[in-house]
């Protein structure tokens, strides 16, 4: 332990081993089209507690895809994409599985996008937990979401790339689905690095729309700020991001699809957007319908009344959710998410299924 440790409680880079070695380990993503987890979740049923649970969200999930008019949106907060989950969410869209996305932009853009660049996120190892290398990682531009790594560096080149994509766009007005069709567009024309998958990629191809409500707290914010600072500077015209278009446009879908289902990991803004919906869905001049499935993953808790964003029962007092096909599973979503999908997937229900292509409906 060198004399600055025991000082300050902190360590600095000439601790640590050099930035190559400490991004080493690349973050793998779970393919759960090779594992079929049906005996694991038919066994947990006959269980209790969450295991129970979870067998009935799966199921809530297939009777989704069975239904053929039901309109599928898959909500996802929290960092799931850097958590190993990507191809998850790629075999989703491109099996007909999920019919629009809402998300956090640290997800689609930070992560996702970041990844289709070329770039890992790595693992980081037990040591790194407790916070006491922060201050050094944060010297060698290596940023921490708990047990992952991403390199700094890398990650600037993502808000780059985003900015330079913004100049090339007419300045009006963008919901967020135009915006992330646009960088679909990108790893269209350029390729997906990496591992080849990529959910704004897969999206963009299947006309699946993915709306970023807070799409300003990401990669894809800086690059608007860039874009911004660069065109008022020099007195010109600039392209903005249009919050009302993106709750306008998915309310305008809901109202063309009677029958709705979510698929929700996590809460917040991506939770309380999809849900509100069907009441913003009266505007169109006829009345609201519920969502008739909702399954939520979620490590939240309700004792602080919140649930980040309420339970799926109390949505339905507001007229968002139905109670008759919902399930709560009090999970970390790496665990409940792969069993979930993948009892969903082997069950094969999607092979009958079209896709909606949502993002031609707005």
Request: proline fraction near 4%; hydrophobic fraction near 40%.
């Amino acid at each position: 332990m060198s004399q600055n440790q025991q000082v300050s409680g902190f360590t600095t880079p000439a601790d640590l081993p050099p930035k190559a070695d400490i991004l080493a380990e690349p973050i793998r993503h779970i393919d759960v089209t090779a594992h079929d987890c049906r005996p694991t979740v038919d066994a947990m049923r006959h269980m209790a507690f969450t295991s129970r649970d979870l067998a009935r969200a799966a199921d809530i999930y297939d009777t989704m895809l069975a239904d053929r008019d039901c309109a599928i949106i898959l909500c996802i907060a929290g960092s799931m994409v850097s958590a190993g989950l990507k191809k998850v969410f790629t075999d989703l869209i491109d099996n007909h599985m999920v019919d629009a996305i809402v998300s956090t932009g640290a997800n689609i853009v930070d992560q996702d996008f970041f990844e289709a660049l070329g770039f890992n996120h790595y693992v980081a190892p037990d040591e790194y937990k407790s916070g006491i290398h922060d201050q050094a990682l944060r010297e060698l531009m290596i940023d921490r979401i708990y047990d992952t790594f991403i390199d700094e560096e890398q990650l600037r080149v993502s808000d780059d790339t985003t900015k330079a994509i913004f100049d090339g766009l007419e300045p009006r007005p963008y919901t967020s689905r135009e915006l992330m069709a646009v960088l679909g567009k990108h790893l269209d024309e350029h390729g997906v690095k990496g591992d080849g998958r990529s959910i704004i990629h897969s999206a963009f191809q299947r006309d699946v729309p993915i709306y970023i409500p807070a799409l300003n707290d990401c990669s894809a914010g800086f690059g608007l700020v860039g874009h911004q600072k660069e065109r008022r500077d020099a007195g010109q015209p600039y392209m903005t991001h249009d919050g009302g278009g993106d709750f306008y446009e998915l309310s305008k879908i809901k109202s063309l699809n009677r029958t709705t289902g979510l698929f929700m990991l996590g809460g917040g803004v991506p939770k309380n957007f999809a849900q509100d919906i069907t009441v913003a869905a009266d505007y169109f001049g006829q009345e609201p319908t519920l969502h008739k499935y909702a399954i939520q993953v979620t490590v939240a808790d309700v004792r602080d009344g919140a649930l980040s964003s309420s339970t799926l029962k109390e949505a339905c007092s507001w007229g968002k959710v139905d109670t008759v096909h919902e399930q709560m599973v009090f999970s970390e979503a790496t665990l409940a998410v792969p069993l979930i999908a993948g009892y969903a997937y082997h069950q094969s229900s999607w092979k009958h299924r079209e896709g909606k292509r949502l993002a031609t409906q707005v």
